[in-house]
């Protein structure tokens, strides 16, 4: 059985292919259209996960699609009736519905000479999250818990997974949502554009939670795990706030009412110097964010008294929270998959259809190397395309054939303070570059950071940079220990290494840290070993392979990118090629 997953119509549009319960590829369009968690019809991502697979459309028997316009339709209605939103928010809301209904016919335009004879199945936009968290973990008795914005009228869902069994047992619906909340105050705090959460998370260390008090005043927390907004802060629920969702990039206008800035003062400009209320705020935001999850958490595990959690949904992204839930709840493991946000409901949908068509949970997702693999004849034929522009610019270029070679030589770079481009094997499904799409420095340098922004990055100064870390390591030098291989979690450096590794520990000692596994990824283990055999330190920074983009899909992109920034060495497959040095 071949199922066809699609994330669609909403940011970070994706596709997967699952073949008889196990995953055969998975992408966004983003790394095809090159532009940021781009919305609308994942034709591209679809006729790469066709490729990967072998097959063609006619060949697919069913295609899950990560939402359902007829999940809650009382509730919307019974909203409707007691709310009486804006003539022009029912109309935006309608408007959308129409245009992301028809699939059959979008397959049938986007690919024309091979017809679609399968079935569709719209999945509710949450049991496609808690699917995603649960269906591919490798726990066989766990929480599951999905937050998010929105979709499909709800903004959290929780339940229990056993076996083949996924239970729902809750959910908070609209208008109240932590996602909503978050990315209120990540406008308010002057980062305007879909998807800047991050930044507000990056900038909480700097700051106190000084202003938790008023916030305690918007979100309201339930015994049973619920939480609620108060909505005089919001615009959401009852008029339209402008977004555009159907191609290119999401933009969506400001979430927040006139009433929080009377509330907190005015609000940041994007261009605004930040100032420690700014860093305190942030600070706010994420306590409070903080205490509405592990209420909810929480909760949940007293209710099914599992002790593994699996997460999904867009603040699932919050790495920092999920890196504190063993601290604050008895869960012992925790799992979030390399996709925990929207694009990875394209993979819960295809397992929920699995369910639905009767088929059996078998597949653990280990790894995120779903993507688009190059040979070396791609990499050869893009090197000579630009031998001239590689030669003018004093590039040396040398086949190492032999890994253990390619990787001392690598780590040798790395530890010489250069700043490297590693491009191998197939592409990372999800935000996250895992070491085939990845940058990589030495973490021991203080000044790294600033020599990321300054050669290739060009980003605020206060996000922090990740550890890569051999997973016989970590315990030696995090507080906690757990399989991490989607760098979805931030755990406390050990004090005593913290002056050892600069580069990658935040103000307040922390690390997100992508552990690696030599099963998963045998070269990029291999190339931290070989960094550890030269310095005593088992990891490396590791950052995305982009400059203000989509994180690299093709050699091109690796190439330029390579060309257009100060980046000293790029690695493609076994070609590496050098820039000289500069001075």
Not at 51 to 68: M, P, R, S, T, Y
Not at 240 to 252: A, L, Q, Y
Not at 259 to 264: G, H, T
Not at 490 to 499: C, G, S, T
């Amino acid at each position: 059985m071949i199922i066809l997953g699609l994330n669609a119509f909403h940011g970070d549009s994706a596709a997967c292919i699952v073949r008889d319960g196990v995953l055969v590829a998975a992408a966004e369009e983003e790394r095809f259209r090159r532009l940021k968690h781009w919305a609308g019809f994942p034709s591209q991502a679809i006729a790469y996960c066709l490729k990967e697979a072998g097959v063609e459309l006619c060949d697919v028997d069913h295609v899950g699609i990560n939402q359902d316009n007829s999940a809650h339709l009382w509730r919307k209605a019974l909203y409707m009736a007691r709310r009486r939103p804006s003539l022009g928010l029912i109309r935006q809301k309608l408007k959308f519905r129409a245009e992301r209904s028809g699939i059959d016919e979008l397959l049938r335009r986007e690919f024309p000479t091979s017809e679609f004879r399968g079935e569709v199945h719209p999945v509710e936009h949450h049991l496609c999250h808690l699917y995603s968290a649960y269906y591919v973990s490798p726990f066989e008795d766990a929480a599951v818990v999905s937050v998010d914005g929105f979709g499909d009228f709800a903004s959290a869902a929780w339940g229990h997974g056993e076996g083949e069994q996924l239970d729902v047992d809750g959910q908070v619906y609209f208008p109240h949502s932590l996602g909503v909340f978050y990315q209120a105050f990540t406008q308010y705090l002057g980062f305007p554009h879909y998807g800047d959460e991050y930044k507000v998370m990056g900038l909480a260390p700097y700051g106190a939670p000084t202003q938790l008090e008023q916030l305690r005043q918007i979100v309201k927390l339930n015994p049973n795990g619920s939480f609620a907004l108060n909505l005089r802060y919001f615009r959401h629920h009852v008029e339209e706030v402008p977004f555009h969702w159907m191609s290119g990039s999401p933009d969506v206008g400001d979430n927040f009412s006139p009433a929080l800035e009377d509330l907190l003062g005015p609000r940041r400009r994007p261009d605004e110097v930040l100032e420690a209320r700014h860093f305190d705020l942030a600070r706010s935001v994420q306590a409070m964010y903080e205490e509405a999850f592990f209420n909810l958490v929480g909760a949940v595990q007293r209710r099914t008294g599992a002790t593994d959690l699996a997460l999904a949904g867009g603040c699932a992204a919050n790495s920092v929270a999920n890196g504190k839930v063993r601290r604050m709840t008895p869960f012992r493991r925790v799992y979030v998959q390399a996709a925990a946000g929207d694009a990875g409901g394209a993979i819960g949908a295809a397992f929920a259809v699995w369910r639905k068509e009767g088929g059996r949970r078998a597949f653990r997702m280990d790894h995120a190397y779903w993507g688009p693999k190059f040979e070396a004849a791609d990499i050869d034929a893009v090197i000579a395309l630009h031998r001239v522009q590689l030669d003018e610019a004093g590039c040396a270029i040398t086949r190492v054939a032999d890994e253990a070679e390619l990787c001392r030589r690598t780590a040798r770079h790395i530890a010489d303070g250069r700043v490297v481009g590693w491009f191998q094997g197939r592409m990372e499904w999800g935000p996250r570059a895992l070491g085939n799409r990845s940058i990589l420095c030495d973490p021991r340098r203080s000044d790294m950071k600033e020599i990321l922004n300054a050669k290739i990055k060009r980003r605020e100064s206060f996000r922090p940079f990740a550890p890569s870390v051999l997973d016989r390591e970590v315990t030696d030098w995090f507080e906690e220990d757990d399989a991490v291989p989607f760098m979805m979690q931030v755990f406390q450096i050990r004090e005593d290494k913290r002056a050892r590794i600069p580069a990658v520990t935040h103000v307040d000692g922390s690390g997100r840290l992508q552990t690696v596994y030599a099963a998963t990824n045998p070269r990029y283990w291999r190339l931290i070993e070989e960094f550890q055999a030269l310095t005593g330190v088992p990891m490396v920074l590791n950052t995305s392979f982009n400059e203000n983009e989509p994180v690299v899909c093709q050699p091109q992109e690796a190439l330029d990118c390579f060309l257009r920034t100060r980046m000293d060495v790029l690695v493609l497959g076994d070609l590496v090629v050098e820039r000289r040095a500069e001075g």
